[in-house]
Every structure is written in structure tokens, then in C-alpha cells.
């Protein structure tokens, strides 16, 4: 069974910054497409940035020029660099295994990102 395990939430002020971790036990992170989703309260949990298997990376409108997505095989991680960040951006961050949009893997127990001043 796999297992993720997100980390690197916090307290922010807006227009900081965070870089949020995720590994997964019993597979790879690697060799398949990777996402990060976020659900804030009340919300749906929306998917937010996706890596191809080939490195391409796409990104929701909300984000995009703010976060970036990255892998780093030798250590089966995948990362969020989160810049400028904003009030709603507060939410639990989520990474999974995606086909298209869709997760595969069970879901882990996410990290807190809260903005706020």
C-alpha cells in the first residue's frame, strides 16, 4: 500500500513564501505524473499544479506564476515552491499520483498552509 506523507505547511504573512515536501513509501514518485491539490475549508479539494512523467509541469490560473512544481528522483520527492502567497491560498495541501486530473493513490493526511497577517 502506498503511503504519502506531505510536509511543510505553516504560518505565513502574506507575500511570503513555503516549499511544501511530499514522499511516497512502496512507490515512485518519479516515474509517474504527480499533482498537488489544496482544499480549503468549505471547498471543494482542487487540483493546483501537475508534473508530467516527462517534466512538463501545468498549473490552475490561481496560481500560476506563484507556485512552481519539481521532482528530485534520487530522493522520490516532489515539491511545491509556493511565492507571494495570499490569504486564499490557506489550505490543506494534498500531492498524489494523477492520471489527467484524477488521483490514484490514497489520499495522505496533508499539510496546513495558512496565510494570514
Known amino acids: 500500500q502506498v503511503q504519502v506523507v506531505e510536509s511543510g505547511g505553516g504560518l505565513v504573512q502574506p507575500g511570503g513564501s513555503l516549499r511544501l515536501s511530499c514522499t511516497a513509501s512502496g512507490s515512485s514518485t518519479s516515474i509517474y505524473a504527480m499533482g498537488w491539490y489544496r482544499q480549503a475549508p468549505g471547498k471543494q479539494r482542487e487540483l493546483v499544479a501537475r508534473i508530467s512523467r516527462g517534466g512538463t509541469t501545468n498549473y490552475a490560473d490561481s496560481v500560476k506564476g506563484r507556485f512552481t512544481i519539481s521532482r528530485d528522483g534520487a530522493t522520490n520527492t516532489v515539491y511545491l515552491q509556493m511565492n507571494s502567497l495570499k490569504p486564499e491560498d490557506t489550505a490543506v495541501y494534498y500531492c498524489?499520483?494523477?492520471?489527467?486530473?484524477?488521483?490514484?493513490?490514497?489520499w495522505g493526511q496533508g499539510t496546513q498552509v495558512t496565510v494570514s497577517s
Open positions: 498524489n499520483r494523477v492520471i489527467l486530473q484524477a488521483p490514484i493513490w490514497p
